[in-house]
């Protein structure tokens, strides 16, 4: 019913923007990160299948019974590559294994609707400018953490009303893995208003990247930084600890190849390899000083960073279930895969590589990799610091999420980016020192 009763509130909010001509992008943007999910029966359903439909009629509506065709570049590759990409799903599942609809209609339609999100959100730019879409990621990033931070807060002080909060608007996933990190009587892994702790820490890393590498001049900067670090701290996920370190590398280098500043990237270089050192020297003091000071549950935090190459063992270790499977399933299905359903009983993993690789084989996983390949191109190229920190990001997470394609972890950041390549003009490196 919450989750209801937000959708409908969302829908009345951007319909009455649309009917008075008030750009809404912002709006879009927060709903690719944010989308609850409707119980009806025993299923539990994204509301984007609901709201996207409406928001679409809303700008029929807007435009009078038109819906214009985005010309933008990016948006054009962007959609090719998940049309093509669908494509061969469906071919591959039709062709070997016509098992699982449910989950191939639920994979395939996935991939569709953030499409059709991303029509949404270029068809609310077409008379904006490159600077619009830069002030209106940033609202949307600020009330991400902002409410994420709360909510942490609340699932961290209150256990009732921390579970109220994720079963209203969470899956039955999502639900029954808030189960399993409350049985010790308290929040183990913090989950804000995403569907996972992992996602949390994972998008709380794309935040904290932008609010680092922004070259714009904002108000309460650190404040920000500080509350996405803590949001981040509170999933409990050493993918945001390995994601911080891969920014501030990605940043060092990136800075050093544009400005020469050799000098400059050693001393940082010896900064940051100082700081790690001294965090692994002090490792066990901290821990102690943390569960002196602040309690157990932040202890706990603390110690499951012990074994950062942990967080790679369900994925690519020799006793995965999935990737002993691999070398006879590419032996026989290595060029489209066999869509998004298993043959053999086999459970993919989660990572966006494997999970091309399974679904569409090498072709998919050609087109995939072609379209992040020039992503990243065209970011160095323009010699923006934050886009190339940003689709770094999205592609290291690929290899142990799923980032590339049909993804809530990664799809506001893919619009930022796109959007602003496709309005950029070719401008000096810029960067906030």
Request: hydrophobic content about 50%.
């Amino acid at each position: 019913m919450i989750a209801l009763l937000l959708i409908a509130l969302y829908v009345g909010i951007v319909w009455w923007r649309f009917s008075h001509r008030k750009t809404s992008l912002e709006y879009i943007i927060f709903l690719s990160i944010f989308s609850p999910y409707v119980n009806i029966g025993s299923k539990s359903y994204d509301s984007l299948y609901f709201v996207i439909p409406l928001l679409l009629i809303g700008i029929v509506i807007r435009n009078k019974g038109q819906l214009k065709k985005p010309r933008d570049a990016w948006f054009k590759k962007y959609a090719y590559m998940s049309l093509a990409v669908s494509a061969i799903y469906l071919l591959a599942w039709i062709i070997f294994s016509r098992q699982d609809v449910g989950t191939a209609i639920s994979c395939i339609l996935g991939i569709l609707k953030y499409v059709l999100l991303f029509y949404l959100a270029y068809s609310l730019k077409k008379s904006c400018s490159v600077e619009y879409v830069e002030d209106a990621f940033l609202k949307s990033l600020k009330a991400l953490v902002i409410i994420n931070t709360i909510t942490c807060l609340i699932q961290l002080i209150s256990l009732p009303a921390g579970k109220a909060v994720v079963s209203a608007y969470g899956s039955a996933e999502t639900v029954s893995y808030m189960h399993a990190v409350t049985k010790w009587g308290f929040f183990a892994r913090c989950f804000g208003i995403l569907r996972t702790p992992m996602e949390l820490g994972m998008v709380m890393t794309f935040i904290v990247a932008y609010f680092l590498l922004t070259p714009r001049r904002m108000r309460f900067r650190i404040l920000y930084i500080g509350m996405a670090i803590l949001c981040g701290a509170c999933s409990a996920s050493k993918s945001f600890w390995v994601g911080l370190v891969a920014v501030l590398v990605v940043k060092i280098i990136t800075e050093g190849h544009f400005n020469r500043t050799t000098r400059k990237v050693v001393l940082q270089f010896v900064f940051l390899a100082v700081g790690i050192m001294m965090v692994i020297a002090l490792y066990n003091p901290i821990g102690d000083l943390i569960q002196r000071f602040l309690g157990s549950t932040y202890a706990q935090y603390w110690r499951q960073l012990s074994d950062l190459s942990s967080i790679f063992d369900t994925r690519y270790s020799e006793t995965s279930e999935f990737l002993g499977f691999m070398p006879e399933f590419l032996k026989k299905y290595w060029m489209i895969g066999v869509g998004p359903s298993s043959i053999a009983e086999e459970r993919a993993i989660d990572s966006a590589f494997v999970n091309i690789l399974h679904n569409g084989g090498i072709l998919a996983l050609l087109i995939t990799v072609s379209f992040y390949f020039g992503l990243f191109r065209a970011c160095w190229r323009k010699r923006q610091l934050l886009l190339i920190s940003l689709s770094s990001m999205i592609i290291l997470f690929g290899f142990g999420f799923q980032t590339w394609i049909g993804s809530s972890h990664s799809t506001f950041v893919l619009i930022y980016i796109l959007m602003t390549l496709d309005g950029l003009s070719k401008k000096p490196f810029l960067y906030y020192a």
